[in-house]
């Protein structure tokens, strides 16, 4: 991250201004009760907003200089491959947004409570401890599925002339042979991407980038490099 300032600071830059621009975008809407389900959303979709810092990390890695315009074209490196695992990552949000809005409706009724009363609703009612176990439940499987599928295979896309489901099989097979310290992983990146939001969105700043690169490494230090 320090050796490419630029470029990790400036994703996460990104990261934060496109949080502020989201945020008031649905405020603007009267739609604030998406932002926490969106908010996890972008858990799901990180490791695609990170392919950028992924390359980074490659190039530092063979002895080359990073620049803007080097990591800008990462997402051309077998751009088919990546977009079509971004359409399963896109997919897994869609669901896990219908879902939030089920178990929503289920405990606080299908209307939305106003931005005022948003916070009181969800946390501090007596439908607070059934609702936010259930969503934990339904939540933590879909994560689990897309961490499963997604933890090596956009590294490993980025990194080798492979296809999609190649890329998927290897990343579940990872997990499987390695669930102890991927179940620490994906805690840590849980942790530190929510670290990131509830600082206004302002840690992302630091958190996206510092999880880009470790991800790098963790694809480098399971797969190990192409032959």
């Not at 389900?37 to 980074?56: H, N």
């Not at 990462?74 to 089920?102: D, E, H, P, T």
């Not at 840690?203 to 999880?211: H, R, S, Y």
Request: hydrophobic fraction near 60%.
């Amino acid at each position: 991250m320090m050796a490419a300032p630029l470029i990790s600071f400036g994703f996460g830059a990104l990261a934060v201004i496109s949080s502020f621009i989201l945020v008031a975008g649905l405020a603007m809407q009267g739609m604030e009760y998406l932002i926490l389900p969106l908010a996890a959303g972008f858990m799901l979709l990180g490791p695609l907003f990170a392919v950028g810092l992924y390359e980074t990390s490659r190039l530092l890695e063979q002895g080359e200089r990073p620049t803007l315009m080097k990591v800008a074209l990462a997402y051309r490196r077998n751009g088919v491959q990546i977009s079509g695992i971004g359409l399963v990552l896109m997919m897994a949000v869609l669901a896990w947004i219908r879902v939030a809005f089920l178990i929503f409706a289920l405990f606080f009724s299908s209307e939305p409570p106003a931005f005022d009363q948003l916070v009181d609703r969800i946390f501090f009612s007596v439908e607070t401890i059934p609702f936010l176990l259930t969503g934990t439940m339904f939540g933590a499987v879909i994560a689990a599925g897309v961490f499963s599928i997604a933890v090596v295979s956009i590294p490993m896309l980025l990194d080798r002339d492979t296809d999609v489901f190649t890329a998927m099989a290897t990343s579940i097979a990872v997990v499987r042979e390695n669930i102890r310290p991927m179940i620490v992983w994906a805690f840590l990146v849980a942790l530190f991407t929510s670290a990131g939001m509830v600082t206004g969105f302002v840690g992302l700043g630091l958190a996206l980038p510092l999880i880009g690169h470790a991800s790098w490494h963790c694809y480098r230090d399971l797969v190990g490099r192409a032959r």
